[in-house]
Structure formats: structure tokens, C-alpha cells
């Protein structure tokens, strides 16, 4: 068996502030490196990680400096109402209030400042 040691989304940015207003206010993010191309989010226990990179960085192939589809970023938190609270106060766009789904999850939907569509949900 193959050895995995590490797995991180690295979210392609056109506003780096913007973005990591969105993920810090959201979640229990840190900042763990900042620069003008890269910033570095680490949650507090050190166990989850997420990047966002300047999308127009030279290590950002031209096929991928455009919008995301195809995929969506889920995140599984206690209290979806809680973050349904902090997207309406910070004006984060809602593209689906919280439903409760089929499989036994409350779900609400944002899209974060660059297009990626945000699922974020917790068991019912």
C-alpha cells in the first residue's frame, strides 16, 4: 500500500484578503503562512489545512485560472444554523438556506468570493 501522508485543497484565488476573510470568519482557521501569492490556513488542533493561491501565480497552470465547476467543497461543522448566522451578518452569498437532506444531513450552500460552491453541513 502507497503511504499517504497529507492531503490540502488549494483553492485558486482572485482576491486573496477576500478569501481568507470568508474561510477565517467561517471556520476555526488560523493563518499559518501569508505572503502576496500564497496564504496557508491550519485549524487550531493542526488537523485540517486548506491553501489559497494567487490564480494568476506562475505555478497556476493557464488551463486552471478559470472559475471552478465540476466540484464542491463540503465541510462538516456541529451547528449549520451557526454558520448560516455568520454568512448572513458577513453577506456571504446563500445559494441554498439550510435543508435537511435524505441522507440524514442539514445542508446549507455559500459560494466563497472565487465561484467554489461550499456545502457545509452537519448531521441531524
Given at each position: 500500500?502507497?503511504?499517504?501522508?497529507?492531503?490540502?485543497?488549494?483553492?485558486?484565488?482572485?482576491?486573496?484578503?477576500?478569501?481568507?476573510?470568508?474561510?477565517?470568519?467561517?471556520?476555526?482557521?488560523?493563518?499559518?503562512?501569508?505572503?502576496?501569492?500564497?496564504?496557508?490556513?491550519?485549524?487550531?488542533?493542526?488537523?485540517?489545512?486548506?491553501?489559497?493561491?494567487?490564480?494568476?501565480?506562475?505555478?497556476?497552470?493557464?488551463?486552471?485560472?478559470?472559475?471552478?465547476?465540476?466540484?464542491?467543497?463540503?465541510?462538516?461543522?456541529?451547528?449549520?444554523?451557526?454558520?448560516?448566522?455568520?454568512?448572513?451578518?458577513?453577506?456571504?452569498?446563500?445559494?441554498?438556506?439550510?435543508?435537511?437532506?435524505?441522507?440524514?444531513?442539514r445542508r446549507l450552500l455559500l459560494k466563497d468570493p472565487?465561484?467554489?460552491?461550499?456545502?457545509?453541513?452537519?448531521p441531524i
Amino acid at each position: 500500500m502507497k503511504a499517504l501522508n497529507r492531503i490540502m485543497t488549494n483553492i485558486c484565488s482572485d482576491n486573496l484578503a477576500k478569501s481568507k476573510h470568508f474561510y477565517t470568519s467561517l471556520f476555526d482557521f488560523k493563518v499559518d503562512y501569508d505572503s502576496d501569492w500564497f496564504i496557508h490556513l491550519i485549524s487550531k488542533d493542526k488537523k485540517l489545512e486548506l491553501g489559497i493561491i494567487d490564480k494568476s501565480h506562475e505555478l497556476v497552470p493557464t488551463a486552471f485560472k478559470n472559475k471552478p465547476q465540476g466540484f464542491y467543497i463540503t465541510f462538516v461543522v456541529d451547528d449549520v444554523e451557526e454558520m448560516l448566522t455568520i454568512a448572513e451578518s458577513e453577506n456571504f452569498e446563500i445559494v441554498q438556506p439550510p435543508m435537511d437532506t435524505f441522507y440524514g444531513q442539514r445542508r446549507l450552500l455559500l459560494k466563497d468570493p472565487d465561484g467554489t460552491l461550499i456545502d457545509i453541513s452537519s448531521p441531524i
